[in-house]
């Protein structure tokens, strides 16, 4: 599953990009390592946050493993 979101950069404080989302404009800021080295104030952006569907089921499974040796060692 995902989800884009349009926004805008306004400004690069520190180590932070401020960036506005959505029609209400919602004020997030990110780590400005997390964004292309190329950013400039005022760039439109577009972000996608995806579920990471293989970790998930990765760590499910060490989890059952897990619980099995307890079970097992008791």
Not at 31 to 45: A, Q, S, V
Not at 53 to 61: F, H, L, T
Request: glycine content about 4%; proline content about 3%; charged content about 40%.
């Amino acid at each position: 599953m995902k989800k884009t979101f349009k926004g805008y950069l306004d400004r690069i404080e520190e180590d932070f990009a401020v960036v506005y989302f959505g029609d209400k404009e919602y004020k997030v800021d990110i780590p400005k390592n997390f964004m292309p080295k190329d950013i400039k104030e005022g760039i439109n952006l577009k972000i996608t946050i995806s579920t990471d569907e293989n970790s998930d089921k990765k760590v499910s499974n060490n989890i059952e493993e897990l619980r099995k040796k307890l079970l097992e060692n008791n």
